[in-house]
């Protein structure tokens, strides 16, 4: 059994209005009309009734990454395999919990390095809210149906994994996730990354045994946060005209840019990236390629055939 998709992020902030704004005039993103009022901000990317559950709290961060395992037997499946790796997983069985997320299981684990997760399951009811998108910015959509006319998740997400590395490579591999790409660049002091796919999109979830404050961002988790960093997250649109205007929108507010535009060697995405309001990167992107079963690992040392330079 194998997760399906990157469903759902749940990002603590100090001032949800921040991200509502962020969400909504940045970004393209729509608040959620369909989710009851519980305080959260739900923005919405697609056909989902959130992509992004906004939560208040002491510190800016990501708290989880909400993985989608499809049904009720697949969750089930899943996690007879989880107990039978001996990994540990919280089943939350919360009904207020459950609505929140718009889910109908979930369980809270964390990868050997200490990123938070959840897994879920939820009916084509709690996944489809039936209100189309509709960005009130330039964004015709977000890719989030690949060609092959699967979910393919709201984007992708990078994560610092310091410590037990190929442990949590294992970990990841357990949840059904298969190398798409390994990048090394040990001889640049940029140490190692495993790109992983649970579907068609290039890779859901990216590992980097980095150790120190994020790369992209510079920001060291708060003590806080149980987990060791989040990168970046990634969103993905139609075309490069809507990067550039986004890019406008970033400048056009002094949001800090800590990549340049830029393409990517694996995914061969054109992005760019900056500073969200939750203390990690976001990546705007376009032309992500998708995979198929026969597609075979690649391995690089650069991440980027021009561009994508680190500010700061
Ligand atoms: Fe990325």
């Not at 990048?183 to 140490?191: A, P």
């Not at 054109?270 to 995979?291: C, D, K, V, W």
Request: net charge negative; with cysteine.
């Amino acid at each position: 059994m194998s997760i399906k998709n990157l469903g759902y992020l749940v990002v603590q902030s100090t001032d949800l209005s921040k991200w509502d704004d962020y969400g909504t005039n940045v970004i393209g993103m729509m608040k959620s009309s369909s989710m009851a009022d519980n305080g959260s901000v739900y923005l919405k990317m697609d056909q989902r009734p959130f992509r992004y559950q906004v939560i208040e709290g002491p510190f800016d961060g990501l708290l989880y990454c909400g993985w989608d395992a499809g049904n009720e037997a697949d969750f089930n499946a899943l996690l007879e395999k989880l107990s039978a790796k001996g990994t540990a997983f919280e089943k939350i069985e919360d009904a207020a919990v459950l609505a929140e997320r718009s889910v109908s299981g979930l369980v809270r684990l964390a990868d050997p390095s200490g990123n938070q997760m959840e897994l879920y399951w939820s009916t084509d009811a709690q996944s489809n809210d039936g209100v189309a998108f509709e960005s009130s910015l330039d964004v015709k959509e977000f890719v989030t149906v690949g060609d092959d006319g699967s979910d393919m998740g709201l984007g992708h997400v990078v994560l610092n994994a310091p410590t037990d590395f190929e442990g949590v490579h294992a970990f990841y591999q357990d949840l059904g996730f298969t190398d798409s790409d390994v990048t090394n660049m040990d001889d640049k002091g940029l140490g190692h990354i495993y790109f992983m796919h649970c579907g068609a999109r290039h890779h859901s979830v990216a590992i980097w045994n980095w150790g120190g404050p994020c790369p992209e961002t510079n920001f060291q988790p708060s003590p806080e946060s149980k987990a060791p960093g989040c990168g970046h997250v990634m969103s993905e649109v139609r075309s490069l005209s809507e990067v550039g205007q986004c890019l406008d929108r970033v400048n056009e507010r002094e949001i800090m840019v800590v990549s340049s535009l830029g393409e990517h060697i694996n995914d061969e995405m054109y992005s760019f990236y900056h500073l969200t309001p939750g203390n990690f990167a976001m990546e705007f992107g376009y032309n992500g390629i998708q995979l198929d079963e026969k597609w075979e690992t690649t391995h690089n040392t650069e991440a980027s055939h021009w561009g994508h330079k680190w500010q700061g």
